[in-house]
């Protein structure tokens, strides 16, 4: 034995028999294992350094010692657990989960005497297996996880690891999975119910599961004793039964926000829609507190408020009409979406400018490593989407197109007037991404869309939006980040009448806005997280030219004046989390909105409606001079209260404004709806909003509950006079009404999302009113008192459901009953000169009969070989499968005299659709 080790071990004893010096005489009685350390750490000098979530709380111990070491305390405590102990400094105990600590000295020593080879022996030290930190060998591991409790006088050289293989996203057991430890040359298998069993050495285990269709994954298993471990492994193969709303476990008991709803795009593609087209924005209807005003119709209403009172971003960029062929389809391709997020309670003070919700659509972030697509053919529409690196590990592109081929249907059909009919639509979008290094990304998005239509009439209407965009994102260090965003967008319509008389014309309507923003994030603390930023907004709207098409037309050309506005906001949110049971969101945005000239402004005399008659002076003001402005500070408060991991209570307040205004008076929107900017005139909207829910989630996330109540009113909701007219209609406040307005309701929603059974049922009970009064008759609507708004459905009922019956096929199902709108019905009738003329009961008095419909689909998908050169997905689907004529409006008018109601559906029968998917 040399000088060296002799030196060694003099050393060690000393330091252990100054450990051991010490005798302590402690009682344990029926004492936690964190109330044993704290109750040593008073009756001693010993100082504990460890982790909470270590100890088992409900485990106790009684545990008597009567001058004993410290090591044998120690050693007796911690007896059944998988914890060591290392003391430093004879007065600071060093708690680890699994492993030892070693003397550097020591583990030199033991690392030059003990072969890798050699039998280990009950009385031979053991030793320190060493975990390499090298990043390239690291990061190429799924995870690491430990075995037992390290023990440096081992007893055997193998352990027995055991456990059972799963599916991640099902939870089924996966049989006939091969376990394979390379570089050792040790395999096993699963049985048919997905259990294993192996011996494996002391120490590191890299372990590989193999089998067809299984994710690639490595796992590194340090064994120190025998035990088990449950693999979940990841398909290689798309989900069919993925109805997930929120991606991340638990997420809906442990956020603050109220009325947030996440859908994946990838995630709707077997529920049965209209025309076999996968829609977004139609499946966020069937979810509670969202309605659409019926079949065709173009726009949404949410808890109670108008289709313009909802904001619509595409990668952060407004878009003002969202809907593709009257409302059938939605403006955004699915194969390019990622998520849509729904913000219908608490809206984040970085939005503003709407007061019901925040439809914010996000496009696929492409990190595209090789050249892949997708593709689709169906009866109406056709797509087609490519993600390609253009310099690889820096920069790629999303690129997507879509178009339909209506226009043989129609053709196809049966009636005259139809056959002459033409109605198509096509958009575009790309988006490219470029890591400029690891603390700046640039992305670049455009967008275009254009529709088309004529349907039994000369008259051709067209819409289409535009966006372009410039998103910077930067990292300034760990705590704060920013991003930057410069943005265009536009939407425009033109009606074109051609036909054999002398008064074709040419119609144009266009709106366009310039968005600045900069949003920041500040990671104060663990505590404390801020979002803060800047926003500018320019308006640029361009109410119609009327011009005659034709040298024989005698149409009058008629230019409506132009509207110009800014509004600009600052904005700041806290998000404190007080303790691990109460967190709140507390923001701000302050508003300040200036109209614009040039503009020409009518001021009305007091206390007289307003028309023509009642003008008492015009203003002219200069380009760009602000000559009206509002301002308003806006608070939202959001918070939740955790009663334990699976169920949580939150509320919420909100008060907002908004500037711009859609004007119809049809009852749903249409494309060619006219947007209002706040003037002298017309003043902004304001809503406040109190929520509050309750969540439940059972079985970790497998089932999920919420039952939520909301209450808001409005002020200076904008409506309209009896017989009202918009387009081109250059003082449009002598049409218009102002008035408040309340909505209230309760939302519930149940979801199960995993196993062969999933989907959603929801069901909403709200209510919509508004109230216009006033001192004259013609600006007075029933009375002056509350009535129903043309959108209150006071119940609404949908079911989503996917069963899988293999890991191919599957059968989907939608259900969906609403109340029927409210309608205004003639009461009765009068004769004017021989003929009949209607008198009609007060606004919305009536309802149309209620809406009910069932869909069906099957789903197939291809085989799941991994070398294919792409997946097919076959969506076979019926479309009201029970035939339900719907009605989507009941009207009256008066033909030769005489008075005659119609009754309109857009689905009136069953509507078969095969469409086939193709990725590549």
Known sequence: MNKKFIIILLFLSIKFYAQEKEQISIDFNQLTQLEAISLIESKTNYKFFYIDKWFNKETQVSLKFTNSSITKILEALLENTNLNYYILNNVDIILTQNSLIYDSVYQETIESTVSETENISEDKKTAPILISTNNAITNSYIKRIKIGKENNLAKQKNYKLSGTVKNSITGESIANVVLFVRDKNIYTSTDKNGKYTFNLPYGSNIIEPILTGIQKSKTEVIIYGNGTYNFKLNEVSEQLEGFEIESSAKKNIRSTQTGITQIKAEEVKTIPQVLGERDILKIATTLPGIQSAGEGADGVNVRGGKSDQNLFLLDKSVL??????????????????????????????EFGGRISSVFDIT?????AKKFKGEASIGPITSNLSIETPIIKGKSTLLFGVRNTYSNWLLK?????????????????????????????VVRISGYYSNDKYSIASDTTNAYGNKILAVDWTHKFNDKNSGNLLLSNSNYSFNIDLDSDSNNNFTLKYVIDEVNLKLKMKYLYSKKHKFDYGIASKLYNVKPGNKDPKGENSIITPISVQKERAIENALFITDNYTINKKLA?????????????????????????????????????YDNNEAYKTYQGLSLRLSSRYAIDDELSIKASFSNLYQF??????NTSASPTDTWKLSDLNIKPQESLQASLGIYKNVDGNNYEFSLEGYYKAYKNILDYKVGATFLLNEYIETEALQGPGKSYGIEFLARKNKG???????????????KLDSDFLEERVNNGNYFPTSYDKPHDLNVIANYKLTKRFSLSANFAYQTGRPITYPTGKYILQGNEYLLYSDRNKFRVPDYFRLDLGLNIEGNHKIKKVGHSFWNISVYNVLGRNNPYAIFFVTENGKVQAYRSSIFSKPIPTITYNFKF
Request: charged residues 20%; positive net charge.
């Open 363 to 367: 496009t696929k972030d492409n990190d």
């Open 320 to 349: 003002y009409n969202p809907t593709h062929f009257l409302g059938l389809f939605s403006a955004v391709n699915p194969f390019t979406t990622d998520n849509l997020k729904v913000y219908k309670g608490n809206i984040p003070s």
């Open 660 to 665: 711009i205004h859609r004007l119809t008076n």
């Open 412 to 440: 196809a059909l049966n009636d005259k007037k139809l056959k002459n009919s033409s109605a198509s639509f096509y958009d575009i979008i790309a988006k490219y991404k470029h890591h400029i290094n690891e603390n700046n």
């Open 584 to 620: 709140i969101s507390l923001g701000a945005r302050y508003t300040l909105f200036s109209a614009l000239g040039g503009s020409t402004q009518r001021t009305y005399a007091a206390n007289t409606p307003k028309s023509d008659a009642s003008v008492i002076s015009v203003q002219e």
């Open 756 to 770: 062969r059974l999933n989907g959603w049922l929801s069901y909403s009970y709200s209510r919509s009113y508004q």
